[in-house]
């Protein structure tokens, strides 16, 4: 007689703990779980992780490209010391992990002590460049003499580049 209490009473608990259990369940969520929805979420391989890295990377390309630049005079002579043109040297490294870019474009301006644009040039430079790897581009396009002068400061950024 004790044991059948016994045994009545822990499966009159268990009944009931099986029964709290399926009410909160089913408070969160009244659709009934079937085991075929649940999707197991599996880790991404390493080559899964490089695309994922590279198709980041190449989306935003102007992201990953920095540099320097500068100018100097170019001069019709030696004597008269008269400016007809600008030398630049561009110098652009490639912060990305895995993409190497190519086909880069940059925008130049030249800006007087006033703030006016004097002139303003776009380039493009038709090279690659590696990961974590850096590139110098040097180019010359005609001024004046007086447009060289009113130089005051410039401004130029990376507006594109193409992924590999």
Same mark, same amino acid.
């Given at each position: 007689m004790k044991k059948t209490r016994t045994l009545l009473i822990g499966l009159s608990t268990l009944l009931f703990l099986t029964n709290c259990q399926?009410?909160? @369940?089913n408070e969160q969520s009244t659709a009934p779980i079937n085991s075929?929805?649940? *999707?197991?979420?599996?880790?991404?391989? &390493?080559? *899964?992780?490089?695309? +994922?890295l590279l198709q980041k990377e190449c989306s935003n390309s102007t992201k990953y490209l920095d540099g320097t630049l500068k100018y100097e005079p170019k001069y019709k002579n030696a004597l008269?010391?008269?400016?007809?043109?600008?030398?630049?040297?561009?110098? %652009?490294?490639?912060?990305?992990?895995?993409?190497t870019f190519k086909d880069i474009g940059a925008h %130049? &301006?030249?800006?007087?002590?006033?703030?006016?644009?004097?002139? *303003?040039?776009?380039?493009?430079?038709? &090279? !690659?460049?590696?990961?974590?790897? @850096?590139?110098?581009?040097? @180019?010359? !396009?005609?001024?004046?003499?007086? +447009?060289?002068?009113?130089? !005051?400061? !410039?401004n130029w950024r990376i507006t594109k580049a193409t992924c590999k």
């Open positions: 399926t009410n909160s @369940s075929a929805d649940m *999707e197991v979420v599996k880790p991404l391989t &390493e080559q *899964e992780l490089k695309e +994922q008269s010391l008269k400016v007809k043109g600008l030398k630049i040297v561009c110098k %652009i490294t490639n912060k990305a992990t895995l993409a %130049i &301006e030249f800006i007087s002590k006033t703030g006016a644009k004097i002139f *303003e040039r776009d380039i493009d430079i038709y &090279e !690659f460049i590696a990961p974590n790897g @850096s590139l110098t581009y040097n @180019s010359e !396009f005609e001024i004046t003499n007086q +447009q060289y002068k009113d130089i !005051f400061k !410039f």
